[in-house]
């Protein structure tokens, strides 16, 4: 089973920058969605941004556009997010996540994605 490790996170204070990176432990299809997640305590998971390495339209959550780029990383089976500007409201766990079905609009519905890291923490402070 494919597993997802990500890295880059760490502790910043407000306006500052980070790179998040994900990389898959074995080639995947270009075709799959892969995106980031994030989890505050005591609240829900929300997607943050999501894209196919394939190329296609991109999925933002509306508190992030701007400020965050999610791209084909370097390796081949990565993705990184691109995180600028960042507020302690960004402070999380950010997790990774792929789907498996090929072709699958990449959005932000947690459903679609069956692959996921394990987390890595990124912290902002004011």
């Known amino acids: 089973q494919v597993q997802l490790v990500e890295s880059g996170g760490g502790s910043v204070q407000a306006g500052g920058s980070l790179r998040l990176s994900c990389v898959a432990s074995e080639s995947i299809d270009s075709s799959i969605c892969m995106g980031w997640f994030r989890q505050a305590p005591g609240k829900e998971r929300e997607a943050v941004a999501s894209?196919?390495?394939?190329?296609?339209?991109?999925y933002y959550a509306d508190s992030v556009k701007g400020r965050f780029t999610i791209s084909p990383g370097n390796a081949k089976n990565a993705v990184s997010l691109q995180m600028n500007s960042l507020k302690p409201d960004d402070t999380a766990m950010y997790y990774c996540?792929?789907?498996?079905?090929?072709?699958?609009?990449?959005?932000?519905?947690?459903?679609?994605?069956?692959?996921w890291g394990q987390g890595t923490q990124v912290t902002v402070s004011s």
């Open positions: 996540a792929a789907t498996t079905d090929v072709w699958t609009l990449c959005t932000g519905q947690e459903s679609i994605y069956k692959t």
């Open positions: 894209i196919r390495r394939s190329g296609g339209p991109s």
